[in-house]
């Protein structure tokens, strides 16, 4: 899975905004917080639901289970606006 061509990232001041453009349904802004920043720059390559889990384990300190939980949660945001190519 990765990041659809088309949706552009922008971080500042701790915050990313993304936006849809070019050939892309989506025509709004999705401001993330600090990890969903972290899972959208995951998916700018080709990755998986466990690497990104993986991922987040090594850089934050928190339960896997939790981890699991918020990327899915990410994860079901991102395709509902499709923004994901699986």
Do not use: C, W
């Not at 401001?31 to 987040?56: W, Y």
Request: proline residues 2%; glycine residues 8%.
């Amino acid at each position: 899975m990765r990041l659809k061509d088309g949706f552009i990232t922008h971080e500042s001041d701790g915050e990313q905004i993304m936006v849809g453009a070019g050939n892309v349904k989506f025509s709004g802004l999705v401001r993330s917080n600090q990890t969903a920043a972290f899972i959208v720059e995951q998916l700018k390559g080709e990755t998986t639901p466990e690497q990104i889990v993986e991922a987040m384990a090594a850089k934050y300190d928190a339960p896997r289970e939790r981890i699991r939980k918020d990327v899915e949660k990410i994860l079901d945001k991102l395709r509902s606006i499709g923004a994901i190519i699986e």
